[in-house]
Each structure stands twice: as structure tokens, then as C-alpha cells.
């Protein structure tokens, strides 16, 4: 059986800033459906740290041609709220990029994965930099509630990780060396919160 293709579009969160690569949550999730009895390739990621939803936009359309995919996850949006861009910015642009990932896994929107974007305000980066974790959580918990109502208006599986994020996310096991970005342990847990959902999306695939 000929493994379903995986695409994985994102920031820092899904490039895996500050860890190895086998750590990065879309690779655990690929391993965990491959575990489930799903034939699935190590996804091909198409990340970088700092991209907001526009620059992961135009690093789409640089990439073009992508191609079809079987299977596509995103999680995007920590650097529009780090910057301070408005959030009918995010909306704006998270929609057209939920158009795009649509297209991408063959106009198949149950084929498309988002995860809500982690809480960064609860780790020893931002006490460093004096910023107030209770703004950050208030602007991220916007931006995840536009996310999620537009994936509901498109038929999009929507994954709620931040959570996971705030319990014991600015533990030292949880975080990278930079204090920052996740650790392949925290990870481990958004692959592991993904994982029924991704099941279900891909049941018709499983042999």
C-alpha cells in the first residue's frame, strides 16, 4: 500500500525550533498513525520560525508547484500576536490559508488538521521579556477562538492544545534550551491530543 502523503504547514511550533528533528510534533503524530495501523510517509514540512500567516503564504506560493496531498495539518498564527498585527489580520489571512490547505489535500477539508496555537505567555521567555502573561493568553485566546470558528465554517477538524500548553508548560522538561519553544516531551502531548482526530480523518484510509 502506497503510504498517504503529509503535509505540514506552520511556524517555530511545527519546525521544531531548538530540538531535533525527530521530535517535531508532526513527525510523533506520522509515528503514532503509523502505530494505529496507518500507512503514512514522514511529512513533509514547509516551516519556519517567526513566519506569520502571510510570510507562510508567500513561502507557499515560492514553493509552488506542492501538489496534492492526502493528508495536511497547520498550526499558525503566535508570530501575527507577537508582533501585535490585528487580529482581523490573522482571521483574514488564517482564512485564506485554511483555502489553501483545503486545495492542497484535494478539495477534502476532512483531510485537513489545525492546532490552536500554544500559550508562549507562561514561559520564562516572556518574564524575560517583561511582557504580561495575561495579555498574551487574552490575545491568543482571540486568536484561537477566529481560528475555530472558521474551521467550523469550513468542515475543518480544529485541535485545542493550548491548554496543554499552560499545564506545566514552563516546566524545564516541557521547553526547549531557549525557554521558549516546546520540547519534543511537550510535543509528545499535542501529538498525543491530535492523534484520535487524525485517526478519524484518515479512517478511510486505514487498510
Same mark, same amino acid.
Do not use: K
Given at each position: 500500500?502506497?503510504?498517504?502523503?503529509?503535509?505540514?504547514?506552520?511556524?517555530?511550533?511545527?519546525?521544531?525550533?531548538?530540538?531535533?528533528?525527530?521530535?517535531?510534533?508532526?513527525?510523533?503524530?506520522?509515528?503514532?498513525?503509523?502505530?494505529?495501523?496507518?500507512?503514512?510517509?514522514?511529512?513533509?514540512?514547509?516551516?519556519?520560525?517567526?513566519?506569520?500567516?502571510?510570510?507562510?503564504?508567500?513561502?507557499?506560493?515560492?514553493?509552488?508547484?506542492?501538489?496534492?496531498?492526502?493528508? #495536511?495539518?497547520?498550526?499558525?498564527? #503566535?508570530?501575527?500576536? @507577537?508582533?501585535?498585527?490585528?487580529?482581523?489580520? @490573522?482571521?483574514?489571512?488564517?482564512?485564506?490559508?485554511?483555502?489553501?490547505?483545503?486545495?492542497?489535500?484535494?478539495?477534502?477539508? %476532512?483531510?485537513?488538521?489545525?492546532?490552536?496555537?500554544?500559550?508562549?505567555? #507562561?514561559?520564562?521567555?516572556?518574564?524575560?521579556?517583561?511582557?504580561?502573561?495575561?495579555?498574551?493568553?487574552?490575545?491568543?485566546?482571540?486568536?484561537?477562538?477566529?481560528?475555530?470558528?472558521?474551521?467550523?465554517? %469550513?468542515?475543518?477538524?480544529?485541535?485545542?492544545?493550548?491548554?496543554?500548553?499552560?499545564?506545566?508548560?514552563?516546566?524545564?522538561?516541557?521547553?526547549?534550551?531557549?525557554?521558549?519553544?516546546?520540547?519534543?516531551?511537550?510535543?509528545?502531548?499535542?501529538?498525543?491530543?491530535?492523534?484520535?482526530?487524525?485517526?478519524?480523518?484518515?479512517?478511510?484510509?486505514?487498510?
Amino acid at each position: 500500500m502506497t503510504p498517504l502523503r503529509y503535509l505540514a504547514l506552520g511556524d517555530s511550533y511545527t519546525i521544531g525550533e531548538g530540538i531535533d528533528a525527530s521530535g517535531r510534533w508532526p513527525r510523533q503524530l506520522a509515528a503514532g498513525l503509523r502505530a494505529a495501523g496507518i500507512a503514512i510517509a514522514e511529512p513533509r514540512i514547509l516551516a519556519t520560525t517567526g513566519w506569520t500567516t502571510d510570510e507562510l503564504s508567500a513561502a507557499m506560493d515560492a514553493a509552488e508547484p506542492l501538489g496534492q496531498w492526502d493528508f #495536511v495539518s497547520l498550526l499558525i498564527g #503566535v508570530n501575527n500576536q @507577537y508582533r501585535g498585527l490585528p487580529l482581523a489580520d @490573522y482571521a483574514r489571512g488564517f482564512d485564506a490559508l485554511l483555502a489553501r490547505a483545503t486545495a492542497l489535500a484535494g478539495g477534502r477539508a %476532512r483531510r485537513v488538521l489545525v492546532l490552536s496555537i500554544p500559550d508562549w505567555g #507562561v514561559t520564562p521567555f516572556a518574564r524575560r521579556e517583561l511582557r504580561s502573561p495575561r495579555r498574551i493568553a487574552a490575545e491568543l485566546d482571540a486568536c484561537n477562538a477566529a481560528a475555530a470558528e472558521r474551521c467550523r465554517a %469550513r468542515g475543518i477538524a480544529f485541535v485545542d492544545i493550548t491548554g496543554i500548553s499552560r499545564d506545566g508548560g514552563d516546566a524545564a522538561a516541557m521547553l526547549a534550551d531557549d525557554g521558549l519553544h516546546p520540547s519534543a516531551a511537550q510535543y509528545a502531548r499535542w501529538a498525543e491530543a491530535a492523534l484520535p482526530v487524525a485517526r478519524a480523518l484518515l479512517a478511510d484510509a486505514a487498510p
